[in-house]
Structures are given as structure tokens and as C-alpha cells.
């Protein structure tokens, strides 16, 4: 049976206002200019904790979506210069988790095509007659920086979303749209605005807006956020329940965006290793390892499975039955179903929940949300921090990355 940590108040869902009408209520009627700017996140307080300024951050991620929503859709009516098409958006990290959590929303009842690409490289068959998004928070990810360079080269239409640094400059040197993102924060905190900025740039091209849709989830989530943050609620539940144990999250494909944001938020929070798996995929291959997994190490695992409303019947009972394998041989194992009747709800709701799991985690494990110094490090080693490194032709899959190219 379902452990279901919330249920959420989906509510009924009324007839949505035209595109006309919703920005009347809420944004500007002037005309577009290139550039917005998401909503300031609360400032950083002195003397007040890490993990306190990160429950701050990430539980004022719904409050952004609204804000975020109306900049985005002000944004479109300058930067899409061309009808409905393909869309890819470029990030790394945290920047690309907004660009997949809105593939969850738009990619799948909104029919929009969306596609996430996490490196430098364009997909060959997009130029003129595709929309590219750039994301990145400090505007000097060399990844994002290249494809930048290779989307102009196509001429395809490019839009930014960035804090600052070069991708900013070039872009605004270049009459390239710019929704700018609320700078001296970590990435993964600007989540909130950067989707509602994706739901609202695109929100033209659909047939019926996302706005009241938009404002009836937020509110319900706005409820589920107490009892998320509450260290008497499921997000604490869970995290007492995994305790040290390292995290495997399975989810469907609709998911995955929701899951991979799970175990980021893990790793960057907790300071833990957690690792990901798509469903229903790993029930033929997943289940053969936990079966013959030694009772010696059944200790320093945990199982969590990923559910939704939307999610298939076999998938669900396969769900059940993974869990029950991964107990029988004395390895911790929770399906958890996320909040909600539609892919804005229990995306959202998913990502609320996930976010205060990793804080509770880790306030457990008495880890430093903030600190990014061993990214920092690595980043450094590269030699890349402050230029787009040399485009190498003909490299091998193999070649072992530099310790420096300084």
C-alpha cells in the first residue's frame, strides 16, 4: 500500500482567461523591452544559519513562480521572433533544472516540444527554425557560453536566462532578450522564478494559458509548504527514516526532471552521494542486483520510488512490489506519491517535498547547504573559470580530462 505523504487539494479547475486578459490583471501593458529581471529573493541575513538562509531560499521557491510567470510572458512578445517550434534549452547543474521541470509541464499536456541538453553541444538538425534558451545563473558556464556562440552561428533564435557575467554582456551587446535571474544566490534557489519565466515565455503558444492554473496550484502548494517544513512532517519523516544510508531514487520518465532535483538537492545539500534510475525501466535489471544483494550491505542503502496521480497501474504495482523485494532483504525501501492531479501540481509539489528532505537530511548529517567549495575547486583545476576553453576536434570518448590547462 502506498505510504502517500500528501495528497494536496487539487480543487477544480476553472476556465481559463485569454492571454489578454491575465496580463491586464498582473503585468505590464507596455510594450516588451529585452530585458527582465525575476523577483529579489530575500537578502542574506548576517549571524543567521546556512541551513536556516537555505529554508529561507528554497521554501520561497512558489512564491516566484506568479512573478517569474508574468516577466516570462511580458519577455516573449520580443524574443520569439518566430512562430511555435522546437525548443532546446542549455544549462548545467542547477541552471538546467528549471528548463527540465518545465519539459515535465509544457512537454507533456502542453504538446510543446522540449528538449534539455546538460553540455556544449547543439543537436545538428536545429538552427533558424528553433528557439534555443541559454541558461546560466553566474553567466560564465563555458558549456553554455559555447552553445551560445553555436546557436548565433545557426541563426536560431536565442534567448538568455542569466544573473550576470558574460553570457549577460554578450547577450546585451548582441539585442539578445534577457530575463535576468536574482544575482549572489545559489542556482538551485532561483529555480522557482526561472520556471515560472519558462511557463510564461511560452505560455502564446498554447492554446489555453497556464495563468489561473498557475495561481490555483501555487496556493495549493503555498498549504502543502508548512507541513513540508514542519520537522514533524513527511520531508523530516523520511529523512529520520534514511537516516546515513545512501539514497537510489527510481522514477518514470515523467519524473526523472523531479527525481534528478531529489538527488541534487542530496548531494549539494546533505553534502551525501544519492544516485538515480527510470522506472519501469530498472524493474528488468534493477531487480536482479537487489536481489542477490549480501545481507552485509543491506545497511547502506535506501530505495525511494517516485509516484504520481498519472502514473500507469503496472508501473505503480511493480513500484509496490520493488519496495517489498528491497525489505525482504533488509534494505530501507519508501514509494513515496507525490501531491496532485496534473503535472504543474505534483511538479511543484515534488520539488517542495524534495527540497526540505535534503535540508532535513541535511540539518541530520550537520552539513553546510552553502558550501560549494569542492565545486569551486574543481571548476578551478579546469582552468576554465573565467574563458570558454579551446573546441577540441576529434577527441576521444576516452581521453582523460586535464588536471589543468592553465
Known amino acids: 500500500m502506498y505510504r502517500r505523504f500528501d495528497e494536496g487539494h487539487p480543487g477544480r479547475r476553472g476556465r481559463h482567461r485569454r492571454r489578454a ?22 537578502p542574506v541575513r548576517p549571524g543567521v544559519s546556512e541551513l536556516d538562509q537555505m529554508r529561507t531560499f528554497l521554501g520561497e521557491l512558489p512564491d516566484h513562480i506568479e512573478p517569474g510567470f508574468r516577466e516570462g510572458a511580458c519577455l516573449s512578445g520580443s524574443a520569439l521572433r518566430i512562430p511555435r517550434a522546437p525548443v532546446i534549452i542549455v544549462g548545467m547543474g542547477g541552471s538546467a533544472t528549471a528548463g527540465e521541470l518545465a519539459s515535465v509541464v509544457l512537454g507533456g499536456e502542453g504538446g510543446l516540444p522540449i528538449r534539455v541538453v546538460r553540455g556544449p553541444s547543439l543537436p545538428p538538425e536545429h ?11 553566474s553567466g560564465e558556464t563555458w558549456e553554455v557560453l559555447r552553445a551560445y556562440e553555436e546557436a548565433g552561428r545557426r541563426g536560431a533564435c536565442r534567448i538568455v536566462f542569466t544573473a550576470g557575467g558574460q553570457l549577460h554582456e554578450r547577450a546585451d551587446r548582441e539585442g539578445v532578450p534577457i530575463f535576468r535571474l536574482a544575482p549572489d544566490r545559489p542556482p538551485r534557489t532561483t529555480v522557482g522564478s526561472a520556471l515560472g519565466g519558462l511557463l510564461g515565455l511560452f505560455d502564446s503558444w498554447l492554446a489555453v494559458s497556464n495563468a489561473d492554473r498557475i495561481a490555483g496550484t501555487v496556493r495549493r502548494i503555498h498549504r502543502m509548504r508548512s507541513r513540508y517544513a514542519s520537522p514533524r512532517g513527511p520531508a523530516a519523516a523520511l529523512a529520520e527514516a534514511l537516516g546515513r544510508r545512501t539514497p537510489i531514487i527510481y522514477a518514470e520518465a515523467g519524473l526523472l526532471p523531479i527525481a534528478r532535483r531529489w538527488k541534487t538537492g542530496v548531494e549539494e545539500n546533505a553534502k551525501r552521494l544519492a544516485m538515480l534510475d527510470e522506472l519501469p525501466g530498472a524493474f528488468h535489471n534493477a531487480i536482479a542486483g537487489w536481489d542477490a544483494l549480501p545481507s552485509s550491505d543491506a ?9 504520481c496521480a498519472q502514473t500507469l497501474r503496472p508501473v505503480a504495482q511493480g513500484c509496490v512490489h520493488f519496495e517489498r523485494l528491497v525489505r525482504r532483504r533488509a534494505a530501507f525501501a519508501r514509494v513515496v506519491r507525490l501531491p496532485g492531479n ?39 583545476s579546469l582552468g576554465y573559470a573565467d574563458q570558454v576553453p579551446p573546441a577540441r576536434t576529434r577527441a576521444h570518448p576516452l581521453d582523460p580530462i586535464p588536471a589543468s590547462t592553465a
Not at 31 to 37: E, H, I, L, M, T
Open 21 to 42: 486578459d491575465r496580463l491586464a490583471d498582473g503585468s505590464s501593458s507596455k510594450a516588451p523591452s529585452q530585458s527582465f529581471s525575476s523577483p529579489s529573493l530575500a
Open 342 to 380: 496534473d503535472s504543474l501540481e505534483y511538479t511543484l509539489g515534488g520539488v517542495v517535498l524534495g527540497d526540505f528532505f535534503s535540508l532535513f537530511l541535511a540539518d541530520r548529517l550537520r552539513s553546510a547547504p552553502l558550501e560549494t567549495g569542492a565545486i569551486d575547486r574543481f571548476k578551478a
Open 127 to 137: 538552427g533558424p527554425g528553433s528557439v534555443v534558451i541559454l541558461s546560466s545563473h
Open 299 to 307: 545497511n547502506r542503502w535506501g530505495v525511494i520510488l517516485l509516484t
